[in-house]
């Protein structure tokens, strides 16, 4: 039936409309949400206030805010990218939630020596209106790079990025974006017990190399094209 107030679970909260909070493994609101489910699965049929799992699922959208790796929303924000930058040729991302917040799957291929560079990563974005068909996007990503087909071994090349982009809206279902990205590249990849440039970077800002550890950052750029659905 309808429950107000806090419901605590280990397995499972059902409810047919919930006010207040829902803390569960599963949390499960047949009617209307009314406050905020933290758990691996929520679901709502049609919700307001926020959702915070792994898998995030609203019917009718009353002002809701997923956030979470998998988010599903009705006339939700559902995108595919391609993009470039100084480092990849390209990248090919796809979102999913809401414009406000949504969770960024992507994956990239690049070249340096002559070798091969592919990455693979997971990032949350968020695109709020200016004015009129413009739009600021930004960003928090992180690529785990994969050198010279060299995968799940235990180096790690970690790319994070924040990208702040203009986005212009051309059509109901075309932008097209571009601005700075601001980058830190970690690794860790020796080969003859000195660190291995697994890509190139344009410029540092700041540096640093350790006995395990190399360290860099830089501010580069990000160009693309965004296809919404």
């Known amino acids: 039936g309808q429950s107000k107030g806090v419901e605590v679970s280990g397995v499972a909260n059902v409810s047919d409309s919930h006010e207040g909070l829902q803390l569960s493994t599963i949390n499960f609101v047949m009617d209307h949400l009314c406050g905020s489910q933290i758990g691996v699965v929520n679901y709502a049929k049609k919700g307001r206030g926020l959702q915070l799992g792994v898998v995030n699922i609203c019917g009718d959208d009353d002002g809701v805010l997923p956030i979470g790796l998998f988010n599903v929303v009705k006339n939700g924000y559902y995108a595919f990218e391609v993009s470039t930058n100084e480092l990849l040729i390209t990248s090919l991302s ?124 830089w501010i580069g750029f990000n160009v693309g094209a965004v296809f919404s659905l």
């Open 94 to 217: 796809y979102k999913m939630g809401k414009e406000k917040f949504h969770s960024i799957f992507r994956a990239g291929i690049g070249e340096h020596n002559n070798k091969s560079v592919f990455s693979t990563g997971f990032g949350f974005g968020s695109i709020l209106p200016i004015k009129g068909n413009s739009k600021l996007n930004m960003e928090l990503i992180c690529d785990a790079l994969h050198y010279d087909w060299k995968w799940g071994d235990k180096r790690t090349n970690l790319l994070n990025q924040f990208n702040l982009s203009y986005q212009y809206q051309v059509t109901k279902h075309l932008a097209i974006k571009a601005g700075p990205s601001f980058k830190t590249f970690v690794t860790n990849q020796k080969e003859d017990g000195e660190f291995v440039d697994v890509i190139k970077i344009p410029h540092t800002l700041f540096k640093h190399t350790g006995g395990k550890y190399k360290v860099a950052g």
